[in-house]
Nanobody, 116 residues
């Protein structure tokens, strides 16, 4: 199991930006960001394999960027051009396989609110 602690959520107007951080006790090969809206299932948003293999769901392509700092054991999600439909609790995940599957460690989540 990997310990994960997210931070950086908050409230922003549409078109704004936020950067989420996830402090990890260690990295696994695939690390990912998920989000969950009230009453909906958790969905994968962005994933990184190794240091450079990145995957995004269509709804965030061109707006979100996943990255990692190996020296700090920190995973990031830079979110630009935010939309109200991006409002959700965002979770960091570890121990994943390709395409957001099989993640076995989760953070507590951080709330992102985007107002129109």
């Amino acid at each position: 199991q990997v310990q994960l602690v997210e931070s950086g959520g908050g409230s922003v107007q549409a078109g704004g930006s936020l950067r989420l951080s996830c402090a990890a006790s260690k990295f696994t090969y695939y690390m990912a960001w998920f989000r969950q809206e009230p009453g909906k299932e958790r969905e994968g948003v962005a994933e990184i394999g190794g240091d450079v293999i990145t995957t995004y769901v269509d709804s965030v392509k061109g707006r979100f960027t996943i990255s990692k700092d190996n020296a700090k054991n920190t995973l990031y999600l830079q979110m630009n051009s935010l939309k109200p439909e991006d409002t959700a609790v965002y979770y960091c995940a570890a121990g994943c396989s390709f395409w957001f599957s099989g993640c076995n460690s989760w953070g507590q989540g951080t709330q992102v609110n985007v107002s129109s």
